[in-house]
């Protein structure tokens, strides 16, 4: 079965994910950022979810953590939780 590691940053607003994204692009540590905004529980461990499986996580999610480029960041992903970014960083 597949299974993946990944983590992410979850805000309310659109802009706010577009904003960290930037700051993520010059450099600035996830797991920082993650600890410092994100608002699902996982932010306190730097937005690690561990290992995930397919059918874990909400849909839109899962495709990206399954489907979309390893060690990349994607997003903003509008989920019914607010707007996540998310980075791959194995699937096996």
Do not use: N, W
Request: aromatic content about 8%; overall charge positive.
């Amino acid at each position: 079965m597949a299974k993946a590691m990944a983590r992410h940053i979850l805000v309310k607003t659109e802009a706010e994910a577009a904003q960290l994204k930037k700051r993520l692009a010059t450099g600035e540590p996830f797991d920082t950022l993650a600890k410092k905004y994100s608002t699902c529980p996982s932010g306190k461990r730097g937005g690690d979810l561990g290992e995930v499986r397919p059918g874990q996580m909400v849909r839109v999610i899962d495709e990206v953590i399954f489907k979309k480029a390893v060690g990349e960041i994607h997003g903003p992903v509008k989920s019914q939780f607010g707007y996540h970014l998310v980075q791959v960083f194995y699937r096996g």
